[in-house]
């Protein structure tokens, strides 16, 4: 019974993953451009007033959300679509970036390592159940790792409007 409920659920991911299909010329174009250095996905945006992702942790406290342009480390990256990444936040962990209503993906070869300067609103929120299944399956964990997320989380993420690949 748990593993057809496992199934189950795997399946309906997989469904709702493949439903985000590209809206815009933009996104096609941008899943198709290759991650050569400084690729600019999104809008464009001067690198100006650049926090690292430490800083950012510290600007961030004790307020709502953040407008700021960031540079960090890419830890992981959705090999599925290109829908999101992970980027380090030094001792602090990680922190998710997505990008605006799905306006734009980032290449789906594996960045982690790759250097990003970012741009747009850094917020805490509390990430479910379902979401946090989705992003794992994205980033091709193991079913048991999947199932193993019982627990909404709150993290500090990022929806970015402009990204730049180092």
């Not at 942790?57 to 959705?78: F, H, P, W």
């Not at 922190?95 to 250097?115: H, I, S």
Request: proline share 2%.
């Amino acid at each position: 019974m748990k593993k057809a409920t496992l199934l189950l659920c795997l399946a309906a991911i997989t469904f709702a993953c493949n439903q985000h299909q590209p809206a815009t010329q933009a996104e096609a174009t941008s899943e198709t451009q290759s991650a050569a250095p400084d690729s600019t996905f999104g809008a464009s945006f001067a690198e100006e007033n650049v926090l690292s992702a430490t800083e950012l942790v510290k600007a961030v406290a004790g307020q709502d959300s953040l407008q700021a342009t960031v540079a960090a480390e890419i830890k992981e990256s959705c090999q599925s679509k290109g829908c999101w990444m992970d980027v380090k936040l030094g001792d602090e962990g990680n922190m998710k970036v997505t990008f605006r209503d799905y306006g734009f993906f980032v290449p789906t070869q594996d960045l982690a390592g790759r250097q990003v300067v970012f741009t747009g609103t850094a917020k805490r929120e509390l990430v479910s159940v379902e979401d946090l299944r989705h992003f794992a399956q994205d980033a091709g964990k193991s079913a048991e790792e999947i199932a193993a997320i019982t627990e909404p989380r709150e993290e500090l993420r990022f929806v970015a409007d402009g990204v730049i690949l180092k």
